[in-house]
């Protein structure tokens, strides 16, 4: 699945276009800052464009709505198009992180009643026209501090008003990197030691817990889907609790695995749309160019082009133990070892899932501690599994393939899982 057009970019979109639209005189923030010059003359990503490259890769398209810059006439017009040109018109977002309080979107909606009303009457109409369509609407994962505010007041309103005909509710999650308070201690990026990485391990895990508490509140009966989610870092500030320190290093690429799996924990969650697939290395999990690593400390820092991001690496191995399988269980490690992250929160060094189907078994284990752990497989396993293991120092930089320690094998009673590690183990021949 790929989100299209994507996040805060489709409610600035002209699908006519393929790009951006060019009349932003109503706007009172004009286009975001980190939509350039550039991005406002692309014009590539028309239906069609769309539609070839969905079809070679057998990909299913999650529309997000354009409910800022156009309306619900011009919307219902684009999924038409999309559904005569052969893309299956199955997964519907109504618009993209309106809970923000900038200029733009409290003109369009000035409270969150706004949004509700309007949402209903665009699920009601696309429901008119797509009635196999599963349609969300716009959900907080993490409401804020401030109890007056637009996004704490958000999921109240969206609850009582326009969930009850929606299918689904959306949240996105941007963890920060855990190092707000210790201080950068080296010269060459990236900006930690190996005291600081229980800290940043600890993150995801911090993160779910206080996300779990807020969608407590969402109904047993309504789908939850985590349309954006990674680390969060700034390349253009100062602010030291802010700067970049960890992204595009292998820590970040299990920091990312730990979010996508801590998503099973809520059966309720049915989709999880990584951010994003191609770009730089703060975000994506292909890398685009031989200037997508982003090094605060190298700017002539070269990466391959196309090559797996540290979270492409980690993402890679879920999609593989995670492909035709059915179902999935936490795995109950005996005599776990407990790391502790900010707050003295505690989470496990071990964390892993069994995915099955009616005939096959993977599993998906993260190591993260930095002890070699030997385990036992035959209680998971009956018979010999393959396994595939990535491995690294945190602090490795990953730009391009090879960085990364691999080992391939297979067993019948034990496995070593190497510190810092993901290993992927199943009875199939893959």
């Known amino acids: 699945m790929i989100r299209i057009p994507g996040g805060s970019v489709s409610n600035y979109w002209n699908w006519q276009k393929g790009g951006l639209i060019e009349d932003i005189s109503s706007l009172p923030d004009g286009l975001p800052r980190f939509m350039t010059n550039k991005d406002r003359q692309y014009t590539a990503s028309k239906l069609k464009d769309f539609y070839a490259g969905f079809e070679t890769n057998a990909l299913t398209p999650l529309f997000v709505l354009n409910m800022l810059t156009s309306d619900l006439k011009s919307q219902l017009k684009m999924l038409q ?18 809970y923000f309080g900038t200029k733009n979107y409290r003109k369009m909606f000035p409270r969150p009643q706004d949004y509700a009303k309007t949402a ?55 963890p920060s990197n ?9 010269e060459k990026y990236p900006y930690f030691l190996k005291e600081d990485i229980p800290f940043i391990l600890g993150e995801p895990f911090e993160s779910w817990y206080k ?79 031989e200037k997508s690593f982003k090094n605060p400390s190298d700017k002539n820092t070269v990466s391959q082009p196309l090559a797996l991001s540290a979270t492409g690496s980690s993402l890679k191995l879920l999609g593989d133990a995670t492909e035709g399988m059915t179902n999935a269980q936490k795995i109950d490690f005996a005599q776990n070892l ?51 293991t990535i491995s690294g120092s945190p602090r490795d930089l990953v730009t391009r393939p090879g960085i990364l320690q691999q080992k391939i094998g297979n067993t019948k009673t034990k496995i070593i899982l190497p510190p810092y590690s993901v290993t992927k183990m199943s009875n199939n021949k893959k």
């Not at 855990?178 to 080296?186: C, H, V």
């Not at 992250?341 to 190591?367: C, H, Q, R, V």
């Not at 070699?372 to 209680?379: A, G, H, N």
């Open 211 to 289: 996300t779990s508490n807020t969608i407590r509140d969402f109904p047993e009966n309504k789908k939850i889907w985590v349309t954006e989610y990674n680390l969060i870092e700034k390349t253009d500030t100062t602010q030291e609790e802010k700067r970049q320190r960890i992204a595009g290093s292998w820590i970040h690429g299990m920091y990312t695995l730990s979010m996508s799996l801590l998503f099973l924990e809520d059966p309720r969650i049915e989709i999880a749309c990584n951010h994003m697939l191609i770009g730089s290395s703060q975000f994506s999990t292909i890398l685009t160019n």
């Open 120 to 174: 209903n009457q665009w699920v009601s109409a696309i429901k008119q026209e797509f009635p196999e369509a599963e349609i969300a609407v716009i959900g907080v994962g993490s409401r804020g501090k401030n109890s007056l505010g637009r996004r704490y007041k958000w999921n109240e309103e969206i609850i009582a008003t326009t969930l009850p005909l929606a299918d689904a509710i959306t949240i996105h999650k941007y």
């Open 81 to 98: 198009t999309a559904r005569d040109l052969g893309m299956p018109v199955k997964y519907v977002e109504l618009g993209n992180e309106f």
């Open 338 to 388: 407990t790391l502790t992250g900010n707050d003295e929160f505690s989470y496990p060094a071990l964390y892993g899932w069994m995915f099955t189907n009616e005939t096959e078994k993977s599993s998906l284990i993260l190591n993260l501690s930095n002890r070699q752990i030997e385990l036992e497989v035959s209680s998971l396993f009956k018979s010999q599994i393959n396994y595939e």
């Open 178 to 186: 855990g190092l707000a308070n210790r201080k950068i201690s080296t």
